[in-house]
């Protein structure tokens, strides 16, 4: 962690606008969600991207793309802002103004920015998880701690002042029974020893942010000062709590760990604060809140540094619609830009690799960043606030002992819930619709669920291979394509979206391109023909 403040600030300066280059692992990237996790539990899930729709548009990988982020707090803050869609637009428009104020202001990002850093990482915890857990920690009477030293001296005093020979006997004694007693409790409470110091940072954080007197963001300067209040006089003295996970090695923080293995008086001084600051739970993820929000902003007003082009969103009320110019997809190199404005239900077919998936992708991260950071990957985008929804990358579900199809059909049927329940339309994305079972059927099902959707107060992006789809739904769903060029020897595709049904398919042609038997190219040709003119599949001999 880079500590000289030039240096930080120089740090920034060339970090804005790219990407952050940190790595994670599985734990601490796990940690980062707890947060979000925290506040869906509260309100069951109500208002939030759930975990099949983030995972099906690739959520992770545009979270780590905006995470510009140098702290626990506002990795884990921006994360939660990317998964809760159901924010007002006023809401919107002052995480905008805020964003574009740090944008125009490079020496007030760089001041907020470098004092953010400083906190840094807590390491191995979900910092938020254990502000809200602190007053559950583990409490040891101070009277064992108090008896411990206690005993330690007086060992110190008899082997002084009356033999020497059995005092040095009583002192190793005491100590070895400080020292073990001081680990075994410690032990149980150290990952809260890390909190504490954390604590200690924002406040730090807090303080030197509101001594910037920064005009822009005076209103998060009043909340943190008024958390300041509350929170500092409960930390005097907690700096003698140690985190032995983040220990720097000097000489007086060796001979610092020994005082506090023979005294105990960080354990002390630990549940003293513990008692004081425990009931305060609200004011920690008061600071907490701010500063995230603070450090969040600066990594969306860096992230719109990142794109060529990029929206604010307009959202209206009435009828479900939806209208985008020249969306693309941010995890693209060199993505193609499609545009769309509908008022009904898309239906989309083209052929295999033709752009499908990609493009209900785009228009899903375009839903979701517009709806969280008042930023769309667009030219324009206009639409109500939607329930982001989708039904894509399902697998079976073998530990469940349950089959693709019965995954899908329960995918489907949240959404259908959700419908029904919402106060706000339904944006959902299906890409092959009931893809898990047999064709007759699954026409016949899948015409019925998306007729369904649209007879909803939702808005339906399909993808499908079953042409007859979209005459089924004619009534129901507008018809958009992609479609391909076909050479002799390969296959080339535009990836623009067409209006209208694709009329063309290209998968016999595939396999002759990878250098399957022609007999066999020649032989699917003709079967595909024939069941086109007979409606009926010829008996092979």
């Keep these: 962690m880079i500590r000289n403040k030039r240096d930080i600030m120089n740090f920034l300066k060339e970090g804005y606008g790219g990407v952050n280059k940190k790595e994670y692992t599985y734990e601490e990237f796990e940690n980062i969600s707890n947060y979000y996790s925290m506040k869906a539990k509260e309100k069951d899930g109500d208002g939030f991207v759930d975990e099949g729709t983030w995972n099906d548009v690739d959520m992770d990988d545009v979270y780590l793309q905006i995470n510009n982020t140098n702290s626990s707090i506002g990795q884990e803050y921006l994360y939660y802002i990317l998964r809760k869609t159901d924010v007002s637009e006023e809401e919107l428009k002052e995480r905008d103004r805020v964003a574009e104020y740090f ?24 910092l938020s998880d254990y502000l809200g857990n602190l007053k559950k920690a583990p409490q040891f009477s101070n009277f064992l701690h108090y008896l411990a030293m206690i005993l330690f001296v007086c060992s ?72 300041i ?153 206009s639409a109500p606030q939607f329930e982001i929804y989708s039904s894509i990358a399902l697998n079976d579900n073998l530990s469940g002992g349950e089959s693709y199809y019965m995954v ?35 026409i016949a099902a899948s015409s019925q669920i998306l007729k369904s959707f649209a007879t909803k107060h939702v808005l339906c992006f399909a993808a499908t291979h079953d042409i007859e789809l979209t005459k089924i739904l004619l009534n129901y769903y507008d018809n958009y394509h992609f479609r391909e060029e076909v050479g002799d020897k390969d296959i080339t595709f535009s990836y623009i979206i067409h209006k209208g049904a694709a009329t063309t398919r290209n998968a016999i042609k595939l396999l002759g391109m990878i250098g399957y038997d022609k007999s066999i190219i020649k032989a699917s040709e003709e079967s595909a023909a024939g069941f086109v003119a007979n409606n009926e599949w010829e008996v092979l001999e």
């Design 103 to 126: 944008d125009g202001n490079e020496k007030e990002r760089l001041l907020v920015g470098s004092e953010i850093y400083k906190m840094g990482y807590a390491y191995r915890i979900s």
């Design 408 to 442: 899908e059909i329960k995918s489907l049927k949240r959404i259908l819930n959700k419908a029904d329940t919402s106060k706000r339309p339904v944006l959902c994305f299906v890409d092959e619709v009931l893809r898990g079972t047999n064709t007759i059927e699954r």
């Design 229 to 381: 209040d509350v929170l500092e006089p409960l930390l005097k003295g907690a700096d003698i709590i140690s985190d032995s996970r983040k220990v720097d090695g000097s000489l007086a923080e060796v001979l610092l760990d020994y005082v506090r293995m023979l005294t105990h008086i960080d354990l002390i001084k630990f549940n003293n604060i513990k008692k004081k600051i425990g009931g305060k739970t609200d004011v920690m993820y008061s600071m907490y809140e701010t500063l995230g929000f603070l450090e969040a902003m600066i990594a969306v007003a860096s992230y719109r540094k990142q794109l060529p082009y990029y929206s604010k969103p307009k959202f209206r009320n009435g009828f479900v619609s939806l209208d985008i110019e020249d969306a693309f997809h941010p995890l693209i190199n060199n993505p193609v830009a499609n545009s769309i404005t509908t008022r009904k239900s898309v239906l989309i077919t083209g052929s295999n690799a033709s752009g499908k998936s990609t493009f209900l992708k785009t228009v899903g991260i375009n839903a979701i960043l517009s709806q969280t950071i008042y930023t769309s990957i667009s030219h324009s985008y």
């Design 156 to 227: 110190i005093l008899f082997c002084v002042f009356v033999d020497a020979t059995i005092g040095v006997g009583l002192v190793i004694l005491c100590a070895a029974i400080s020292v073990i007693s001081y680990y075994k409790c410690k032990s149980q409470v150290e990952a809260y020893f890390s909190c504490v110091k954390y604590i200690i940072k924002m406040v730090g954080c807090a303080k030197n942010i509101c001594k910037l007197n920064i005009d822009g963001i005076k209103e998060y300067n009043q909340r943190l000062k008024r958390d």
